[in-house]
T-cell receptor, first 114, second 112 residues
Framework: EAEVAQSPRYKITEKSQAVAFWCDPI?????LYWYRQILGQGPELLVQ????????DSQLPKDRFSAERLKGVDSTLKIQPAELGDSAMYLC????????????FGPGTRLLVL | KQEVTQIPAALSVPEGENLVLNCSFT??????LQWFRQDPGKGLTSLLL?????REQTSGRLNASLDKSSGRSTLYIAASQPGDSATYLC???????????FGTGTSLTVIP
């Protein structure tokens, strides 16, 4: 069964350093989402792509976060510089259509900023 | 902004019991509602998706209902098993936007 892939699974970094996360959605899925999940809370959308275009990045802290999906397939989320409050699980999800079909989630990247 | 609340935050039941998890949302203009399961330190697994025109969906021992007008959904788990222990999250997609709004989840423990 096809799955959403994410790497790395775990990342420890010091504050002010740069970090990057990678996501490979299920083949053929046009929509890709990046979520941040703080421990004990539900995921919060950071950015949503339709193919290579950003559909929604209203919750993305653009002073330090950036995301790209250059060829409309895999995607990278970057944080520079990382802050202590960025410690969280970063989840990637994909879905076949924009208009609200089931989202399929990857295993996530657990980030710890020291 | 859509707000999603899940009650209770945590639940512990003996094996074999039937149970109900609750999800409420503030904006009834939703496109669909989805229930997910999350195991510790893992990603989310979709359980059931209910479109706004539907009243319920069933999959095995799981049944999810939707009452849009009152802003509520319930997830019913029949004959609970220890393997059902996980955090259950509901997420709502509104008509006016593209994103899902998640609740904070209910942490379920099924005691053997």
């Amino acid at each position: 069964e096809a799955e959403v892939a994410q790497s790395p699974r775990y990342k420890i970094t010091e504050k002010s350093q740069a970090v990057a996360f990678w996501c490979d959605p299920i083949s053929g899925h046009a929509t890709l989402y990046w979520y941040r999940q703080i421990l004990g809370q539900g995921p919060e959308l950071l950015v949503q792509f339709q193919d290579e275009s950003v559909v929604d990045d209203s919750q993305l802290p653009k002073d330090r976060f950036s995301a790209e999906r250059l060829k409309g397939v895999d995607s990278t989320l970057k944080i520079q510089p990382a802050e202590l409050g960025d410690s969280a699980m970063y989840l990637c999800a994909s879905s076949p259509l924009l208009a609200g079909e089931t989202q399929y989630f990857g295993p996530g990247t657990r980030l710890l900023v020291l | 902004k859509q707000e999603v609340t899940q009650i209770p935050a945590a639940l512990s039941v003996p094996e074999g019991e039937n149970l109900v998890l609750n999800c409420s949302f503030t904006d009834s203009a939703i496109y669909n509602l989805q229930w997910f399961r999350q195991d510790p330190g893992k990603g989310l697994t979709s359980l059931l998706l209910i479109q706004s025109s539907q009243r319920e969906q069933t999959s095995g021992r799981l049944n999810a209902s939707l009452d849009k007008s009152s802003g509520r959904s319930t997830l019913y788990i029949a004959a609970s098993q220890p393997g059902d222990s996980a955090t259950y999250l509901c997420a709502v997609r509104t008509n006016t936007g593209n994103q899902f709004y998640f609740g904070t989840g209910t942490s379920l423990t099924v005691i053997p």
